[in-house]
């Protein structure tokens, strides 16, 4: 469930008004305004109030996006109703660099402690980031590579927290420091330790018939992390680069190995974590111990030719493990060394268009090793080339753009190799109505070829209690997307609708078949048309604005209907319709809100997959700011689920054994100098 802490919705809204956000990872970093698509962004005030522990904690419930949540330590975000594979998540606009997409217990390497920008475009955004990112976007931005200097040679930021539902502990910390004209350093630090979360009552039927009540068993997380970095930044241009560490160590909820069964391989001497919780939880709970080491560089020239406005170019390359521990044992041990790079040429206004063109490469060399790795050791290689060009007349913006992509995977020790080209385009119009209205469509088909663990997964996962079963005869998916936007951008009442439609010819998806091997569930990798349908409806009412009070009203819904075309049958884990409303106050020195969050049942499900019923939670915050009108120093108080309901993620795998957290509350402060 996303935190909620109440602080500046208001405020946000009008400083949005008078400088719209930029979201960098958009065409022409485009502001939400230029965009038909469906967008999010959260920063400043409104990211502190959903920050959580995970990317996809922090986004749950903001609108079109669900959590995949496989206990508090694993999050990924699913946009409409899509996850894994066809959700581009990335850190400074390149990859994550991590798992993620193997499995849902596999954690994202995007710190949420250190962000300071995070967005979201929904819909395809393929054309810049690859044919992965055919549901949507997902970009984490922070400081680690800074990109301005200090007002006074020295900004820095200290926050520290604590949540009662877990007795989670949570500080992050980091200074930027001018050295030189042109010289800034960065400097940066986090930490997250939580013990098993609460609940109301029993979490699982397996948990009443253990006795273990009010807590979910082996859901705690142990996070820590940082990062150096430096930059140039001169008046022709910039220079950047970061070295970044990530450690995580947690519980998989509901995770056990097979008793009594022997291992003949040794633990790996670097899986040192000290190990409390290991006892805590027994010898048979299953524990994901991760590192990745990371090294980011960037740099950009402004008006390198006289027909560029600026040529940029980012690379990123990370050294990832995991380990999954079963017991005292290590269980599967996972490997990626992995790399991406990008050059952007922005090219000056040509006959009325103005756009970018560049390429995009990337290798992702991984292998699992241990008697449960269920799949074998490969090499994906991507390569392509990709253009968007905008185009403004009257009260018309249209948008057209095309991608070029080879993919390679390489199963040596299947002897197998899988070679794909995939073409992606897309249109879009949007007409404004007046300087306060919008209007948009947008139409685009986008290719995308199957990964690794789609063509060559084969044998025991037992940290999702699965037997996985990949098809490397699998071809390209195909994904036809429509979309119709309106939008009210300025005014006492904003707010925006989004009416979208995809046809997918050879989807992929996991199909939960039913049977049973080595005690497990089969999952199997196939292909069918499929057709998703959906809408996200959002809106605010200032409905007062006097002397040190501003109030107002909030909320959204989203829905999104999705079936095998071959079988009318509905899709498994589609999320069901969810909502918030939520009332603000917002004076001088306190802010204020009261909300409502909640989703409705879920019983149209997948073969083999249970149905949830709906769920209501009121939350509640307040922060205070010492210094009227300033964020320099904030005390936060907030109330999650204060009626301690109980609810279930229906997207989640884990829904059956770790419902949402209980009542809990969370205190903390920030401070800025």
Not at 250 to 258: D, E, T, V
Not at 491 to 501: C, E, S, Y
Request: net charge negative; hydrophobic share 35%.
């Amino acid at each position: 469930m996303a935190a909620l802490m109440l602080g500046g919705q208001v405020k946000a809204q009008q400083a949005e008004q008078l400088q719209p956000l930029i979201i960098t990872v958009a065409p022409l970093q485009s502001t939400q305004e230029e965009l038909v698509e469906g967008s999010t962004v959260l920063t400043g005030d409104r990211l502190e109030r959903y920050r959580g522990l995970t990317i996809g904690e922090t986004l749950d419930r903001t609108p079109g996006v669900a959590n995949s949540s496989f206990g508090p330590g694993a999050g990924r975000p699913v946009i409409r109703g899509q996850g894994g594979n066809r959700v581009r998540v990335l850190q400074n606009g390149l990859d994550t660099f991590d798992a993620s997409v193997t499995s849902p217990d596999h954690a994202v390497v995007a710190p949420m402690g250190s962000a300071e920008q995070v967005e979201v475009l929904r819909g395809p955004a393929s054309l810049l980031y690859g044919s992965s990112a055919v549901a949507g976007v997902v970009n984490v931005k922070d400081g680690r590579i800074p990109d301005s200097v200090p007002k006074d040679s020295l900004d820095g930021t200290a926050r520290l927290d604590f949540s009662t539902g877990s007795s989670n502990l949570a500080g992050f910390g980091s200074v930027d420091m001018a050295a030189g004209r042109n010289v800034v350093l960065h400097l940066e630090g986090f930490t997250t330790d939580a013990n098993d979360y609460r609940v109301n009552g029993f979490s699982s039927d397996e948990a009443r018939e253990e006795g273990i009540k009010g807590r979910v068993e082996n859901s705690f997380v142990d996070t820590r992390g940082g990062s150096i970095g430096a930059s140039y930044l001169g008046e022709r241009g910039y220079a950047g680069m970061a070295i970044s560490g990530y450690s995580s160590l947690y519980g998989i909820p509901g995770g056990h190995s097979h008793a009594g069964e022997d291992h003949d391989h040794e633990e790996e001497e670097d899986h040192d974590h000290d190990d409390e919780h290991e006892h805590e939880h027994g010898e048979e709970s299953i524990r994901i111990d991760m590192q990745q080491t990371r090294y980011d560089v960037k740099f950009g020239l402004y008006e390198p030719l006289p027909f560029l406005e600026e040529a940029s170019a980012r690379f990123g390359y990370a050294d990832y493990r995991h380990i999954e521990l079963e017991g005292d044992e290590v269980g599967t041990i996972f490997e990626n060394r992995s790399w991406e790079g990008r050059v952007e040429l922005t090219h000056k206004p040509l006959a009325g268009f103005k756009g970018v063109f560049g390429l995009q490469s990337s290798r992702r060399d991984a292998i699992a090793t241990g008697e449960e790795a269920f799949i074998p050791g490969t090499v994906t290689d991507n390569h392509a080339l990709f253009l968007v060009e905008r185009f403004e007349t009257g009260p018309w913006l249209f948008t057209l753009g095309g991608r070029l992509e080879h993919q390679t995977v390489e199963a040596d020790t299947l002897g197998q190799n899988r070679d794909f080209t995939g073409k992606s385009a897309s249109a879009g119009a949007t007409y404004r109505l007046s300087p306060t209205y919008s209007v948009g469509l947008s139409l685009s088909r986008t290719e995308r070829a199957p990964n690794a663990e789609e063509l060559f997964s084969d044998g025991a996962h037992l940290a999702t209690q699965s037997y996985e079963i990949g098809n490397s005869d699998l071809g390209k998916e195909t994904a036809w997307h429509a979309e119709l936007s309106f939008r009210k951008q300025r005014g006492d009442v904003t707010g925006a609708v989004n009416l979208f439609a995809t046809r997918y010819n050879d989807y992929i998806f996991r199909d939960f078949t039913g049977n049973e091997r080595d005690g497990l569930q089969e999952v199997r990798y196939g292909q069918e048309d499929a057709t998703f349908r959906g809408a996200e409806i959002e809106a605010t009412w200032v409905f007062l604005r006097g002397t040190g009070l501003t109030l107002s009203l909030d909320g959204a819904v989203d829905y999104v209907w999705a079936e095998n075309e071959a079988t009318g049958q509905a899709l498994p884990l589609i999320p069901p319709l969810g909502y918030t409303a939520g009332i603000n106050a917002y004076t001088r020195h306190v802010d204020y809100r009261l909300e409502l969050e909640g989703a409705a049942s879920q019983g149209r499900t997948g073969t083999n997959e249970d149905s949830t019923g709906g769920y209501a939670f009121l939350n509640a915050g307040l922060s205070f700011r010492p210094i009227a009108d300033s964020d320099s120093f904030t005390l936060f108080v907030q109330g999650r689920n204060l009626t301690d309901a109980e609810g279930r993620n229906h997207v989640s795998l884990l829904k059956d054994v770790a419902p949402f957290r209980g009542r809990e509350l969370r205190v903390g402060g920030q401070v800025k100098f």
